[in-house]
């Protein structure tokens, strides 16, 4: 599974449509990383291998998205991105927690399996 490019359109059907709606709400049913980042970053490009490793090595369990800051500027604005790459992540039950910085793979890793994809456990 590769990594998907968003417009601004893709990531209203997708991720969430700021325009119809005030609160979160994800539109996905997979947990997925969103990468904001620019061609000519330097920290995205050490980042972006990374995210197309994970999304195969987690296909069908987690969709790893790209935004061009450069060409979504609407978009980047909306979220207040201030530096690149910024991550978004959004885990099993549909929350969101950004987080600016380029993350070596094992603490993407951690991440994904600690926060992304673990669903709330039933109670006993």
Not at 77 to 105: C, D, H, R
Request: negative net charge; aromatic residues 10%.
């Amino acid at each position: 599974m590769a990594v998907t490019q968003l417009t601004t359109q893709d990531f209203k059907d997708r991720i969430f449509n700021y325009d119809k709606e005030e609160e979160w709400k994800y539109a996905g049913t997979l947990p997925a990383i969103i990468d904001f980042y620019a061609d000519w970053c330097g920290p995205c490009k050490m980042v972006a291998p990374i995210l197309e490793e994970l999304s195969g090595e987690y296909a069908g369990k987690l969709l790893v998205y790209k935004v061009n800051t450069d060409m979504e500027q609407d978009l980047s604005a909306v979220f207040g991105i201030q530096s690149i790459p910024t991550l978004l992540f959004v885990n099993a039950a549909g929350e969101a927690m950004m987080q600016p910085g380029a993350y070596p793979k094992h603490v993407l890793k951690k991440i994904i399996e600690e926060s992304l994809l673990p669903v709330a456990k039933p109670a006993e």
